[in-house]
């Protein structure tokens, strides 16, 4: 089992800045895919980001490029999401999701491909 924990949530204002970071623990991440969703009050959960544990890669919903980042750091088994230039639209729960295995590249954006989950963090931009 891999436990995912997220903090770096808040409120803040139209433009400011938020780091949101998933830590991970238990079974290794090797050759998992990590990736960071959102759920707005009555909407449908939203892929955000994705990054591959091993081998590199990373994708970013259109929305969110040139605002947002993800990055990890291995050593300290841990997924970050920079979030600059927020807007009141970025406002929801963010979670951040393991995968078994390598999920094929079209599956990448479908929480289904999605095993393991953090309990989540709210980010509120206000405008």
């Known amino acids: 089992q891999v436990l995912l924990e997220e903090s770096g949530g808040g409120s803040v204002q139209a433009g400011d800045s938020l780091r949101l970071a998933c830590a991970a623990s238990g079974r290794p991440l090797a050759g998992r895919d990590i990736g960071w969703f959102r759920q707005a009050p009555g909407k449908e959960r939203e892929f955000v980001a994705v990054?591959?544990?091993?081998?590199?890669?990373?994708w970013l919903r259109d929305s969110v490029k040139g605002r947002f980042t993800i990055s990890k750091d291995n050593a300290r088994n841990t997924v970050y999401l920079e979030m600059n230039n927020l807007r009141p639209e970025d406002t929801a729960a963010y979670s951040c999701s393991a995968s078994q295995r390598r999920v094929i590249l079209s599956a990448l954006r479908d929480p289904a491909s999605y095993t393991y989950w953090g309990h989540g963090t709210q980010v509120t931009v206000s405008s």
């Open positions: 990054i591959r544990w091993s081998g590199g890669g990373a």
